[in-house]
């Protein structure tokens, strides 16, 4: 494959330039749009001798990555912008002592939150941290600037920051990918040397005042070397009407928008793939060429505000500019971009007409749309076991009936938020919060609160989260209840092991970690049941809900839908019984369409009675536990 | 490889449908298939929770000089593959023009919220007559239907690439994506896949 | 007589804390549930109308409207209901002696209506203590094993839904009055179309002045005692003025001024002493113990109670007429003091008013009322 173009997903791009940089070790925690690096070097692990991991949370996974990088391996550490929050405690420390073996971290963006619950910035840890930043525009470049990154962390003895973004990450282009060294490599930790020795002693970032100094000197040459770096580069004519200044995949965003507009001869790109810290000479080469600069980036207005602190410290050379970006407002402070908005900037700066389409068109178009493009909710997929599980708690807590609420965090299940779940998640923040707050929310009795909390989390963030804020809970006695929807996998990224399964990344045998012993361990009072039973869920909620003694934990133990073991596979073949069904003429007001709300149901206009789509049913069989009638039957062995 | 000659550059597709149906894999094989031609291929797509349920994307630029913008601009769809007919007009009122054309796999999935009676989905021919009014040539087939004849409901996306390759909008081979279901997915598959890209080609038509 | 839905009822009755509990929406369709003495609702509703609501003795309770469709004539100002008869009655010799409060003249009646065919079932209140639940009983045997006073009121027509949906047709009902009135509501608004639930063949009514909110009661007595231990409790008739408790360690006695504060705020508003929609009404007999006053109704209850003293259930005696007087008296109060707090607080409808209201009468009655004249 070697030398033909291909198409690669970037994140595929990434782990191709990994490779190619002779990494040897990788680990990281699963996150969306970050988890198919880790996956791709888990399945390349075998072929080029990597050793790669997913580790329990992403603090863990950059330690394990920098011991590679201190005993003389190559290492990588991938994971989404939040987990950077995670890692940084860390971070900061490495930062301050070095690495040795080249060391990159990916850290990978979702202006515009399509996977998150935040539109967080990672690059302001470059800043706050004092290490270099890159960011790729493209995948070629995705796959070659990883690559390089490894030099660099080299080159200066420190870690190296890799931002990418989803629309980079989860997009595909045309990659042509080099060679892969041989395995190899050996592994030695030195630490005979003096403190102060940073290739042979112990490794620490104290003492403070040496190894500070140190590592800005480390970031004074990276921004050497950035002056001439291939992947800053500028596109335009030599004295253009307005500089635009761009990083990531805006970059793309802005090649279409000046081709449609037709001004590619009126503006000038200068395209930066070392964002931080940024190269002075480079930056007031192309400074001078107009008075008019616009800054495209997503999220916060980190370039804006870096190029705008350069020209300020240059104003003498390069005279006073006009800026556009974020700050004054041309473009969004929130939200991903994508063409049309870079286009709109560009065209009103411009003074330029733009229309993508007939008027006529538009008109229609328009017209057409809210009759018919009602949004899809989200929802939990048919067959998932969270639909019957908050079907459950939500019964619990109305039979409880003193307004008790339920704190949530990070997996499929904050879909619990919406309707799919009942609207049942009162708080949603970070992966384990709900379990730390409904710790919190448990000890306000003594100042009245008479509502009963409940937490809920899934099984890879019990493990990556949860586990400190329950034995919190149970420390302090909190009157709270954590629900563990265990389904057996980390299902909303795909799958990936965690420290409860029966095999690692690499697919090896693991110890699982049993998330019930854990609790028991605890002293914690450890309740497990089947979601799918609905009444003995239940009942099971009810009772937490009722004492109020401590800290207890339900595990709701059942795998998910779209797990490997169960996709594709019915355990009931479902179906209604018209006799049965009495439709709009039952009491119930058609309780399993209108609120348990299945996809896997329909209402039939023309029977007014219920129905089973058999191309979305997944036969999980719950919902014959919903209907009043027994009208919906099941039968194994489908 | 010389590059296929295409009729725009780049030549802008969307496959559209719900989280759940396979959007994902027609893409990557179709993005595969158009690459062994020798030709640049762009696809954005999202996922995660956005799969769950949820309206889904993938944007294919097509091109024979370069990477594009893995988002396409407003208003400039050549043509939509949608796997499900709601989503194909919600594709068209954002992206569509008066040469856009479009297949619709014809078979609905109602939202839950049209499940759970607060919204209503539209009538057939309602929504044919509102796809009509957005492309310049439009293919409404039932995918779905004839892939759970061929024993699953996935097999749709094979259906739809097939009725795409019909249209002779994009070199998309026989031989070219027989290669490509042989890489993707073994062997042991090639045969059905086949009789499913088979069947989207006779639904078109030559 | 309106009817509306499930939301109207958590307007009208859940939300202004009217609901005693009594079961009647509950296991008609899956959204009503009684749990820890009180209804709640699992999920939202928004059906236009619905038995829940017109079934329910607390949504608005058409006096005038259930006494022409049920009796034939208005709903008088005075008088306790109808009826053939006032007795003194007790258990008969073919009933053992059990733990009755006062005679044990339901046990008797019930256990008649069983032998004599005329029900399959009969829906009473059992459980021990704090623990009430309401118990379909088969059997004389069933029927003594609940035997015994409770004062809180148990989902009782909870029980009757579920023995109609499960095929028992004709089923007993032992009732308080607001039971008694959700049941007459049932007689009056019949609604065949959605199921078997319905009215009860019989309908042994309770005197009562007032009931203990459950959850309410629970809590003070937790105070004082261990829950687990209690064994029974009683109010004595006056002068006692107390609610004793028995327990393992002995008994306990308790002032009723310091539990008035757990009585619903439903009981403010009711207008019935002695279960006046019931067929016959069974309460102390104060003076007398050992024995129950018993109202009979209507024919029905007649003939059960000939039928009853015929095959030794019963034993019955004239009832002084003093004592009538007496409970007629009482029965008058009630009345006056509910229809007075409905008017009192705006939840008392005449003709002509259309927003939804606690109580509606004629509107002589309506007109006496607002003049004080009911008394």
Known sequence: MEGQRLT????????????????????????????????????????????????????????????????????????KQNGVNVASDFLLHLAGSGVRAGMVLVHCDD???????????????????????????????????????FELSEEIGNLVMLRSVTRLSHASGGV???????????????????????????????????????????????????EDSPFNSYVGPESPELLVIT???????????????????????????????????????HLQRCEQVLVVEEVIPFLEENVKIAAAEMAGEIGAKKFFGKREGTLPAQGELNPDLVLKALAGILDLPYQARPAQYDRLAQELAPQATQDRELAFCPGCPHRASFWSLKEALALDDRDGFICGDIGCYSLAMRPSGYGLLKTLHAMGSGAGMASGFGQLGRFGMDQPVMAVSGDSTFYHAVI?????????????????????????????????????????????????????????????????????????????????????????????????????????????????????????????????????????????KARIDEVICAGCGVCASVCPQGAIIISEGA | ????????????????????????????????????????VTIGETFGASQRGGSVMSHLRVSEQGSWSPQIPAGKAHMVLALEPLEALRVLVKYGNPR???????????????????????????????????TAQRWSIPATDRAMKLGASIFANIIMIGALAATGDLPVSREAFEAELRRALGHAKVAVNLEAYDLGVAMVGQ | MITRGPRQLLAEVQQPGLCIGCGSCVELCPYFRSHGGKTVMLHDCDLAEGRCHAWCPKTELDLEGLAQTLWGRPYPAQGMGPHLAVVAAKAGPRLESGSYQGGGTVSALVCAALDEGLVQGAVLTGGQGLQTAPRLAATPEEVIACAGSRFTAAPTLAALNRAQAQGCGSVAVVATPCQAAALAQRRAKPWPQRGAAGPAELVIGLFCNWSLDPQGLASFLAQRVEPREIRSMDIPPPPAGVLKVETGQGSLEIPLDEIRGLIPPACGLCPDMT??????????????????????????????????????????EKFPAANQEHLLQAAQGKRSRGLSAALAQGLLGGPGDDQPKALRVGSELYKAVENGEVA
């Open chain 1, 8 to 79: 690669m997903m970037g994140n595929q791009a990434i782990t191709q330039g990994a490779l190619e940089a002779g990494v040897r070790v990788a680990a990281g925690y699963p996150g969306t749009p970050s988890s198919e690096i880790i996956q791709n070097l888990a399945g390349a692990a075998d072929e080029h001798g990597l050793y790669v991991e997913w580790s329990i949370n992403e603090k863990v996974s950059l330690e394990v990555a920098a011991a590679a990088s201190l005993a003389g391996l190559r290492s990588l550490c991938a994971m």
């Open chain 1, 111 to 149: 202006p515009g939150a399509l996977s998150s619950v935040n539109e967080g910035e990672s690059r302001h840890f470059a800043r706050m941290l004092e290490l270099p930043l890159l960011e790729p525009s493209d995948f070629q470049e995705a796959k070659d600037m990883t690559k390089w990154a």
């Open chain 1, 176 to 226: 042509v990918p080099g060679p892969i060294p041989a395995p190899g490599g050996q592994a030695r930790f030195d630490h005979h040397g003096s403190p102060r020795d940073l290739r042979h002693g112990p490794v620490s970032s104290a003492p403070v005042g040496y190894k500070h100094r140190l590592q800005q000197e480390k970031l004074k040459r990276a921004v050497e070397l950035f």
């Open chain 1, 247 to 285: 990083s990531s995949i805006c970059n793309l965003y802005v090649k279409e928008a000046l081709a449609l507009l037709d001004a590619r001869d009126r503006v000038g790109v200068l395209k930066l793939g070392t964002t931080w810290p940024l190269p002075p000479k480079l930056l007031q080469r």
């Open chain 1, 468 to 608: 400190p804020a329950l034995i919190n809970a149970v420390h302090q006695k909190s009157p709270m209840s954590l629900v563990v929807l265990d389904n057996s996998g980390t299902a909303m990224t795909g799958f990936q092991p965690h420290p409860g399964t029966e095999a690692n990344a690499l697919g090896q045998p693991v110890p699982p970690v049993d998330i019930e012993a854990i609790c028991r361990s605890l002293g914690a009072e450890v309740t497990v049941c089947d979601p799918f039973d609905l009444k003995a869920t239940q009942a099971a909620a009810v009772g937490l809900l009722a004492d109020q003694s401590t800290a207890k934990v339900l595990i709701l133990r059942q795998l998910c839908a779209l797990s490997p073991q169960r996709k594709g596979t019915k355990p009931y073949e479902v179906r209604v019984d018209p006799e049965k069904c009495l439709g709009d003429q039952c009491g119930c007001n058609r309780l399993c369409t209108r609120v348990f709300g299945c996809p896997g149901l329909a209402w039939e206009k023309e029977s007014g």
């Open chain 2, 1 to 40: 490889m010389a590059a296929a000659k295409l009729m725009h550059d780049p030549y802008n597709l969307i496959i559209t449908g719900v989280g759940g149906q396979g959007n994902v894999l027609a893409s990557r094989m179709l993005g595969n298939v158009l690459t062994s031609q020798g030709l640049w």
């Open chain 2, 100 to 134: 856009a054309k479009a297949i619709v796999n014809s078979r609905p999935i109602l939202p839950v919220a049209a499940i759970a009676g607060r919204t209503s989905y539209p009538a057939t021919e309602e929504l044919e007559g509102m796809l009509a009014q957005l």
């Open chain 3, 275 to 316: 279960s006046e929609w019931a067929d016959l009404a069974v309460g102390m007999y104060e003076g007398r113990p050992g024995w129950n006053t018993l109202v009979v109704r209507n024919e029905k209850a007649r003939a059960l109670t000939e039928a009853a003293v015929e095959k030794g259930w019963l034993v019955m």
